[in-house]
């Protein structure tokens, strides 16, 4: 059987990517990208920790930290080193869609004030929490579809710094996050198909009118550059922690993706500072594969998974999608080391184990994650760390925890 057949089949697969040896040279950005995105968060790093509390310890960066974890290993059966890095965690909207999100949000508020003269780049950024600041953005509107994650971040960023938000909502949004939204004075507009319509939707709506940006998930440059940091902190970060991450002693990284846009364009990152000492794979359910099916038929976003007879409906709610990132996907085709795929039933299970072992929380998609390491391990007996990218979580309300870990 070939991938095809098997993604159809809704059986676990592992794809190792055949193209890797064309490399980073391919890839239209390099180093000089991830360093300009930096500098923005930074300028923006007072305002930031001026209007979030939550930010006040770290200065204004959204950034998470990475924890080891030795009682999952053991329940997994791992043997190498295993580590979490807790985007699940990260201030303002506890996903990974705090990088990106937050990112192409605050670049489009920089160019409109400094466009309209109400700005410098060396000026304190704290002024854009003024009145002046909040009015000016709120002739401006801002839209993204999303299944919901993307929508927390663009919601909550656009509506502190002014802008009119509206947020199309698919099908697998859970209401929590609606209401979260509704409560912050976000539009939600709710679609009763899935993501690829809500963006569709989104898109359509947003061409008319000239004052609004649409923030592309399928298509997003600025999305994917403000994910592309993390490989820049990480980097840092291992070092910080005294690991020496080398030919010996790789890093195998294991990210969820939906879309592709937050997995690739960390991936990107990774590979920018960690070269080929560090392995990236990505992980789906075998409801929604559209990242593999786009890289294993090479038809990217040109084929979706409905395509094979596939629902893209899973319980892993922040990756049912079903075609691929135009932009992100190609890149992948040169710099992704691999793609698993895993069934729904296992993610709760996943989800347990983590909470049990080590008494985190995560949602299940971020929960992909735990698929990897055994496997990798029982494919190339590979050496080096394990690291599981958890990409959210930490805003999931008490009552919707307890439902998901009901019969622990
Ligand atoms: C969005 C999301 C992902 C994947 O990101 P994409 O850009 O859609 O590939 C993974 N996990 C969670 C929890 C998410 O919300």
């Known amino acids: 059987m070939n991938y095809k057949e098997k993604l159809s089949k809704e059986i676990e697969i592992f794809y190792q990517n055949e193209n890797l040896n064309n490399g980073m040279d391919l890839i239209p950005f390099t180093t000089k990208d991830i360093d300009e995105a930096e500098a923005r968060l930074i300028r923006f790093a007072p305002y930031l920790k001026k209007v979030f509390p939550e930010l006040s310890s770290s200065e204004g960066i959204i950034e998470s930290s990475i924890v080891e974890c030795k009682n999952l290993a053991n329940t997994l059966g791992t043997k190498q080193p295993l580590y979490m890095k807790l985007d699940s965690h990260l201030p303002i909207s506890g996903s990974v869609k705090a990088r990106g999100g937050i990112y192409e ?13 109400y700005l410098s780049l060396t000026d304190d950024y704290c002024v854009m929490a003024t009145p002046k600041f909040k009015e000016l953005f709120s002739k401006y509107r801002v839209s993204v579809g999303s299944t919901g994650n993307l929508g927390l971040s663009i919601g909550i960023i ?57 923030v592309d998930d399928e298509n997003s440059l600025d999305l994917f550059m403000g994910y592309s940091v993390a ?6 970060q291992f070092k910080a922690m005294g690991i020496g991450i080398n030919k010996d ?12 846009g937050a997995p690739g364009g960390i991936t990107f990152g990774i590979k920018s500072y960690f070269g080929e000492n560090a392995k990236v794979y990505f992980i789906e359910p075998t409801k929604a594969p559209c990242m593999v ?6 038809l990217h976003n040109r084929i979706s998974v409905k395509d094979i007879g596939l629902s893209g409906l899973t319980v892993a709610d922040g990756l049912a999608v079903g075609r691929s990132s135009a932009l992100v996907s190609p890149m992948m ?20 184990d983590l909470y049990k072992a080590e008494g985190i929380f995560i949602e299940p998609s971020a929960a992909a994650s735990l698929h990897c390491p055994n ?6 007996a590979q050496k080096g760390i394990h690291l599981l990218w958890a990409t959210g979580g930490s805003m999931v309300p008490e009552k919707e925890k307890e439902l998901y870990l009901q019969e622990l």
């Open 231 to 236: 490989g820049k902190r990480l980097f840092e």
């Open 158 to 214: 656009s509506s502190k710094l002014g802008f009119e938000v509206s947020v199309h909502m698919s099908s697998d949004a859970k209401q929590w996050k609606k209401d979260l939204l509704r409560e912050k004075g976000v539009k939600v507009i709710e679609y009763p198909n899935d993501y690829e319509e809500a963006v569709a939707q989104g898109r359509k709506l947003a061409e008319k009118d000239s004052m609004c940006h649409f």
């Open 105 to 117: 949000i605050l670049k489009f508020a920089e160019k409109i004030a400094i466009e309209n003269k």
């Open 293 to 298: 099916l786009g890289l294993a038929t090479k």
């Open 249 to 260: 002693n790789p890093l195998n990284v294991y990210i969820p993706c939906g879309v592709g």
């Open 333 to 352: 085709e040169n710099i992704l080391d691999g793609c698993f795929t895993v069934r729904d039933e296992k993610l709760n299970v996943y989800m347990k």
């Open 375 to 380: 496997q990798i391990e029982k494919l190339n």
